[in-house]
């Protein structure tokens, strides 16, 4: 359903009294809310590159990147993305999914992505994009709304927001929290994000290695399946490889990764990067430095093809492997926040 809607200016927010005789002069605003048409797709980029300035949102140069992880997806529905229209000018979208993963408990609805042109903010567009993303949910039988993805509910934009996984909306995007807060929405998980420098000496070793280099291999290739379908869907998208550490005795598998060449986040960091991430190390192994060797291996192998970033991802709760990674020398560059609000 379209519906214009008049959006008065908030001459009371401090913001923006240095530019009340401006907008007085303008007035209010007509802005029309309607599903997506085919024919946004350039004018999305144009706003998301406006919109989204934050080292985890890389710049879009065209409309393929927009297509490939969001808009050609098999799942995707035009009218689960609302755009404001005004003067015939797009000055924001949301966009909402329902989270189809085989073993969530009750229906979770997504809050993927809500963006306003920054001149036009705090004048209840961004609120009202919300609000009609959220009836998108609930008219699909979501239980629980949740704003930013994060596996498994993520949906869309694994590739093209927040790096080499979905860390819901970054500490970085510093509009996000306050806009989510203020709307009934709390924190439910934070993500660290972790990058480390391959273009300088890496100094990975240690004396547990050597017992360890004889006894196990390192295969990589496409991932011959994912877990499943859903997999398939998020992580599928961006084409990584499967690196694994294989027992060269038994033939099982040892540790096990998926890797994927960040394009879109290399070509705006000027970096040639890596993601990383599904890193798994088979029970039986750990606590025994295999996970550091494999590690090891495959900083190694990325450093030869030139790459000079790789980044990884890690829930804030996971001490032991926020250790581990920091002892590799990976470092803290932004955190992700999960929101949560029940129906």
Known sequence: MNLHVIVPVNYNDPSRKSRRARRAARGSIVVEFR????????????VWNETFTQRGTPRLVNNTTLERYVLAKPIFDPKGLTVAVADGKLVGWAHAGMSRHPFNTQPIGVICLVGVRPALRRQGIGSELLKRSEQY????????????????????????????????????????????????????QKVQVLQRKLDQPMKMFDPRFVPIRGR????????????????ELVHGWVDPLQFVLKDKQSGGWVARTLVWEMDAFSFYWQRPTVGIFDFEVNAPYRKAGV?????SLIMKYIQEQFFTLAEIQLEDTNGPGLDFLRSLDFEHVDTGQVFVRSV
């Open 291 to 295: 996970g550091r060797y494999f590690l």
């Open 137 to 188: 949910l609930r008219e699909r039988g979501a239980q629980k709304l949740q704003a930013g993805g994060h596996w498994p509910n993520n949906p869309f934009y694994m590739g093209l927001y927040g790096g080499c996984e979905s860390p819901g909306f970054l500490q970085s995007d510093a509009s996000a929290e306050p806009f989510f807060v203020k709307h009934g929405y709390c924190v439910e």
């Open 216 to 231: 196990f291999d390192m295969v990589f290739g496409p991932p011959r399946h994912l877990l499943d379908a859903w997999q």
């Open 35 to 46: 599903t997506f048409r085919n024919t946004d797709t350039p004018r999305l980029v144009a």
